[in-house]
């Protein structure tokens, strides 16, 4: 996989991969999300993006617990500029479950899905790139 505009952070890994998808790889050691974290990791992945609408592909790896607040920052506002829509890989069928929760509760304004597996989150993902929107 081309890995294009490379970024990295304490947090995250980023890139933008051959098909205009925004990667953002959360590193093994990160495990709680909090508001002043989204804060960072929006305005990172908008350098990334530089200003280009695009779709965003996620891996929480090992970051179980997100606070409220970062739940809502993450789902209105400056986290939702330059999205299309957000593919977010979780490890199984249950912690989905509680992800589909986060979206009815806090209706992100891009589309978002939660998947178990990367290759169906990428092919769904690839319905919201640049390419296919114009």
Known sequence: MQKNYYYENEFCEYWIDEFGIVHEIFKPTFKRLDVEVAKIITADRLKVSAGVARPLYVELGKA???????????????????????????????????????????????????????????????????????
């Open 64 to 134: 179980t617990k997100m606070d409220r607040a970062a739940n809502r920052y993450l789902s209105t506002g400056p986290a939702m500029e330059c999205l299309t829509g957000t593919g977010i890989l979780v490890r199984d069928q249950i912690e989905k479950l509680g992800a589909n929760l986060y979206t009815g509760f806090f209706k992100p304004s891009v589309p978002t899905k939660f998947f178990t597996d990367k290759e169906k989150a990428i092919h769904w993902l690839r319905n919201y790139t640049q390419d296919v929107l114009n």
